[in-house]
C-alpha cells in the first residue's frame, strides 16, 4: 500500500501542481504553454490519475475493514481493462519528453514553474520529469506486487483465487499494452513511409505491418546486355505484410517514386544461378503474365534475406 500511495502522491504532483497550474494559467487569459504543447508533454495524465485515485481509495477501504473482509485482489483485478490508458501515455512518453525539455528551453514562464515546484517540499529533491516516468513503470510494478502479495499469502487464504485471477488481468493488460504500442509504432512507420512516396496512391489498410526495406540492383534481361553491371539500375524494395513494393528514388531528398507492387500471395522468389550475376535472385508472379524481376545485391547476407520474402505471407 505504501508504494500505491507514493505513486498518487506522484501523480498529484504531476496533474494537480504542474499540470493544474498550467491549465488554470490558460483560463486566466496568461498561458504558461501553447495548448498544443501542454497536450503533447502531459498526453493523459489526468485519467490515469483518476484510476489510480479510485483504487487506491477502494484498497484503504478494504484494508480498514480487512478482519470482516480480508481481500485486495479483486479490486485491481476489476480494473484491469482500464489499465489501457497506459498505452497511449507510454507509446507517446518519449515525444512528451523530448518537448517537455523543448519548452523548458525556450518558454521563461513554463520554466519558471517547473523551478519553483522542483524547489519545493513536494519534489523531494527530485526533478519533475522523473515523476513524468512514473506511469511508464506502473503496470510492470503491479505484476511484481501481486506476485510479492500471492507469495505471502496462505494456501487457505480466501484472496488466493482472487489474486491468481488479478495476476492473470495484469498480465494480459500489460500483454496487450506492449502488443498496442507496437501497432501503433508500426503505423506511424507506414504513415511516414507512404509520405515519402510520390503520387495520390494510398499504402496504409487497416492490418497493413511494415516489416522493413533494403537496397537491390534491378538486372536487365536476358538480351539487353546480359546483366552488364552498368545497366542495372538501383531500385528500393518495401516489404509490408502483404505486399512488396518496387521503388525508385524520386525528386527530392527521401522521395521515392513506386515502379511496382508485387502482392506476396503470389509471389515466387527464387535464387539465380549465374556466373555473371553474383547474390541475384527473382521475383516472379506465376498468375500474371509479366516478366520476373532480376535483382542482385551487394551482399550474400542481404540476398539471403530477400529469398525469405515468401516467409512473410
Known amino acids: 500500500m505504501t508504494t500505491e500511495r507514493t505513486y498518487v502522491q506522484n501523480l498529484r504532483l504531476l496533474e494537480k501542481v504542474v499540470h493544474g497550474a498550467i491549465k488554470t494559467a490558460s483560463l486566466t487569459g496568461r498561458p504558461v504553454l501553447p495548448e498544443n504543447a501542454r497536450k503533447e508533454i502531459f498526453l493523459n495524465v489526468g485519467e490515469i490519475y483518476a484510476l489510480s485515485f479510485d483504487l487506491l481509495q477502494e484498497l484503504e477501504e478494504r484494508l480498514a475493514n480487512w478482519d ?14 482500464f489499465f489501457k490508458i497506459y498505452s497511449m501515455y507510454s507509446l507517446h512518453f518519449n515525444d512528451a519528453q523530448l518537448g517537455y525539455c523543448k519548452w523548458l528551453k525556450s518558454c521563461k514562464r513554463f520554466a519558471e514553474l517547473i523551478r519553483t515546484v522542483e524547489m519545493s517540499r513536494l519534489c523531494k529533491g527530485l526533478p519533475v520529469s522523473s515523476y513524468m ?150 521475383v516472379l508472379l506465376p498468375t500474371k503474365m509479366t516478366r520476373p524481376f532480376r535483382f542482385c545485391t551487394k551482399t550474400a547476407d542481404e540476398q539471403s534475406q530477400w529469398m525469405t520474402v515468401h516467409v512473410c505471407v
Open 68 to 81: 470482516s473482509n480480508p481481500m485486495i485482489a479483486d479490486v485491481i483485478a476489476m480494473r484491469a481493462p
Open 133 to 282: 516516468l512514473c506511469p511508464v513503470q506502473r503496470i510492470p510494478r503491479y505484476k511484481l506486487l501481486l506476485e510479492d502479495y500471492q507469495r505471502h499469502l496462505p494456501k487457505d487464504h480466501p484472496d488466493v483465487e482472487n489474486t491468481k485471477a488479478a495476476l492473470s488481468a495484469i498480465s494480459s493488460a500489460a500483454l496487450n499494452m506492449n502488443n498496442r504500442i507496437v501497432d501503433m509504432e508500426n503505423q506511424a512507420q507506414v504513415l511516414r513511409i507512404q509520405r515519402s512516396f510520390t503520387g495520390k496512391d494510398n499504402y496504409i489498410l487497416p492490418g497493413r505491418k511494415y516489416i522493413g526495406r533494403g537496397m537491390v540492383y534491378l538486372v536487365p534481361g536476358r538480351g539487353r546486355g546480359k546483366g552488364n553491371t552498368k545497366e542495372r539500375q538501383q531500385r528500393i524494395l518495401f516489404l509490408f505484410s502483404d505486399i512488396l513494393l518496387v521503388a525508385k528514388a524520386g525528386r527530392g531528398q527521401g522521395k521515392y517514386t513506386i515502379r511496382h507492387k508485387l502482392p506476396l500471395k503470389e509471389l515466387l522468389v527464387s535464387e539465380v544461378l549465374s556466373p555473371s550475376l553474383q547474390n541475384g535472385f527473382c
